[in-house]
């Protein structure tokens, strides 16, 4: 039995469908909120997308990625482009001026 995370209680939860990624949701009949107990994680893992990078810099193409991982390669030009994106802004947090003795 699944407990409100709301208002604690045991009694009357209502299935009511399931959200987009598949995982049950209900609705507590106590106060009337919805929720889902154990969300499903949506996206690739992390690994995943380390290892279609690494392969971006060994100059493969994003389409050869994308069919050697069985992922769509426009998913394979976002992770490039969300890395560079990181990159470049983490490169602009180290001061433009630095002095050594």
Do not use: E
């Amino acid at each position: 039995m699944h407990h409100c995370p709301y208002c604690q209680s045991a009694t009357g939860q209502l299935k009511t469908g399931r959200n987009l990624s598949g995982s049950q949701r209900y609705q507590c009949k106590s106060c009337r909120r919805k929720y889902t107990p154990k969300p499903n994680i949506n996206g690739y893992p992390g690994d995943l997308r380390r290892q279609a990078v690494l392969m971006c810099f060994d100059g493969q193409t994003f389409r050869a990625i994308a069919r050697q991982l069985g992922v769509n390669h426009q998913t394979i030009a976002n992770w490039i482009n969300d890395y560079v994106a990181q990159s470049a802004r983490a490169v602009h947090k180290h001061p433009k001026n630095l002095m050594f003795d």
